[in-house]
């Protein structure tokens, strides 16, 4: 991965190399964390912070979820957000805020265990790849069901929710795909493995609705507002499987693969990415790069100084 000079931890910016934590941290060892994955992207009026404060929101719901008091505010963690960005001299990355329950009880009831916080900038590109962004990937519907909410809470952006993410997509991988697409307990279609999906078909955009297990993807929300404000029918229902091989188009959102066209699903070619699927992605990213001025209020600029570019590395 591409590293930083610093990463801030529990109030600290700290050496990029000296972020450590115990090895008995309660997080390590039961996945007993929440964390966000957000980006900021250069504009021509600076780095902005898409939705950040929806992201802080959600990782304080997440914390919550799991019984675990922040030891921080919102307002607290995207300043702190704002100085890493500007001490590590980044115009765009990718943040990762990550609380988790740190050293000192390794209980399972654990509500005495430190909540530790950090938060790492680096820059990180397109997670499906650049070729993925123009022609579309290649999915695989997962044998691993999505996490549902008889076991876990899908809502929550938990760090030991992960390990059904991993094994859907090491599988999907495995088989020579790039993504996996999970179905629900119920077998309705569910999400990507990191990633909400959108079908187009018979003309409209359609995506699972919230009880088919999604995570509450913010740039789901963003990209049904944009596809409604642009005039399309943009409907939450859920999907039969078999609908993804019947669709016209489809495509995936989600902050670390932003908006990536499907072009083949199961070996069903969907083809290149459609018209529907290109408008869409075309004025996402005139959105997130701050060149749409009726979204204006969705990013946080991050204010640096003209002069103000990689800082020497901080000794240690
Ligand atoms: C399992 C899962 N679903 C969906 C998403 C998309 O969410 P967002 O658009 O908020 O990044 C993500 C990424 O955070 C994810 O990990």
């Not at 329950?101 to 430190?114: H, I, K, S």
């Not at 809502?155 to 993504?179: D, P, R, V």
Request: charged share 25%; proline share 4%; glycine share 10%.
């Amino acid at each position: 991965m591409e590293t930083a000079d610093l990463i801030w931890q529990n109030g600290d910016l700290v050496p990029w190399d000296e972020a450590q934590t115990h090895v008995l941290s309660h997080g390590l060892h039961y996945g007993s964390g929440v964390f966000e994955g957000i980006r900021c992207y250069e504009t021509e009026r600076g780095p902005a912070i898409f939705r950040h404060r929806d992201h802080l929101d959600r990782l304080a719901k997440s914390a919550e979820l799991y019984y675990m008091e922040l030891p921080y505010t919102s307002e607290q963690i995207a300043a702190a957000t704002k100085e890493l960005i500007r001490r590590n001299g980044l115009r765009s990355c990718y943040i990762r805020p990550l609380a988790y329950r740190g050293y000192g009880n390794l209980g399972l009831y654990a509500t005495d265990a430190p909540i530790d916080l950090v938060i790492a900038a680096f820059p990180w590109g397109a997670y499906l790849g650049e070729e993925g962004q123009k022609h579309g990937i290649r999915a695989k519907v997962s044998s691993w069901r999505r996490i549902g909410p008889g076991g876990l809470i899908p809502h929550a952006k938990a760090s030991g929710q992960y390990l059904n993410s991993i094994l859907a997509k090491t599988e999907s991988q495995k088989a020579g795909y790039e993504e996996a697409l999970l179905l629900d307990e119920r077998g309705f279609v569910c999400e990507g493995s990191g990633e909400n999906i959108f079908l187009v078909r018979d003309g409209q955009i359609v995506t699972p609705p919230h009880v088919a297990s999604i995570l509450d993807g913010i740039n789901r929300k963003s990209v049904i507002q944009i596809a409604r404000d642009l005039g399309y029918t943009v409907v939450e229902r859920d999907v039969a499987r078999a609908e993804l091989y019947l669709a016209e188009e489809v495509f995936l959102t989600g902050t670390a693969a932003e908006l990536v066209p499907v072009r083949e699903i199961d070996d069903h070619a969907l083809g290149e990415p459609g018209e529907v699927t290109r408008h869409l992605q075309a004025k996402f990213f005139d959105v997130l790069h701050g060149r749409a001025e009726e979204y204006l209020e969705w990013l946080d600029f991050v204010e640096v100084s003209a002069k103000a570019d990689r800082p020497s590395k901080v000794s240690s």
